[in-house]
């Protein structure tokens, strides 16, 4: 899972609330992106982030919001507005002008199960 | 949207066979990707194969890719229980370093 954590491992949210999906990276990686996965299904982008204090839509941002104030934390928030939440979701970050620009790196996943 | 489909959905083989995965993709790529997934985890980068390359090999692990029919394939050569998981193909979205990923295939390794 290299340098990236997702807390907590696993969330359990009642209908009409919001919650805050944690993701830190200590790779120096200056984008990062927030995943959601479904029971044996790939992976749809959420949103993304290519630097600090700058983030674009992805496939399906509708319901979710997200902020970027440091390098290192990319926070998801899954607010009311999404209806069908419960689902694996993952964060992942990328080093755009390194070595390995095109590889993604993967935190372990937050499990969210709307009650 | 979908880049990559991989082939097949599902895999069950005996320990000490190979296992094959393909994966096809629909727009001209730089290259593609290919990621392990334990049940509950994140994701694991395993190899990258640029547009120029036909073949690639990580320890037991060779992948090919063929531009012309816009598809790849990943080959587990002497396969281990350790190598049940979900594989999945990902190809950059529209020139950029975002990474479309494929519905994967489910491999299992019978000890």
């Known amino acids: 899972d290299g340098g990236i954590t997702q807390s907590p491992k696993y969330l359990f949210r009642k209908e009409g609330q919001n919650v805050t999906l944690s993701c830190e990276q200590n790779?120096?990686?200056?984008?990062m992106y927030w995943y959601r996965q479904d029971p044996g299904q790939g992976l749809r982008l959420i949103y993304y982030s290519q630097i600090v204090n700058d983030f674009q839509k992805g496939d399906i941002a509708e319901g979710y919001s997200v902020s970027r104030e440091k390098k290192e934390s990319f926070p998801l928030t899954v607010t009311s507005a999404q209806k069908n939440p419960t689902a694996f979701y993952l964060c992942?970050?990328?080093?755009?002008?390194?070595?390995?620009?095109?590889?993604?790196?993967f935190g372990p996943g937050t499990r969210l199960t709307v009650l | 949207s979908q880049q990559g489909e991989e082939d097949p959905q599902a895999l069950s083989i005996q320990e000490g066979e190979n296992a094959t995965m393909n994966c096809s993709y629909k727009t001209s790529i730089n290259n593609l990707q290919w990621y392990r997934q334990n049940s509950g985890r994140g994701l694991v980068h395993l190899i990258l194969?640029?547009?120029?390359?036909r073949e690639k090999h990580s320890g037991r692990l060779r992948v090919t890719l063929d531009t012309s029919k816009k598809s790849s394939s990943l080959l587990i050569t002497a396969s281990r229980a350790a190598d049940t998981a979900s594989y999945f193909c990902a190809t950059p979205m529209d020139s950029s370093y975002k990474l479309i990923f494929g519905s994967g295939t489910r491999l299992l390794v019978r000890p």
């Open positions: 992942a970050s990328s080093d755009p002008g390194g070595r390995n620009t095109d590889t993604q790196y």
């Open positions: 194969i640029r547009s120029n390359e």
């Open positions: 790779l120096n990686h200056d984008a």
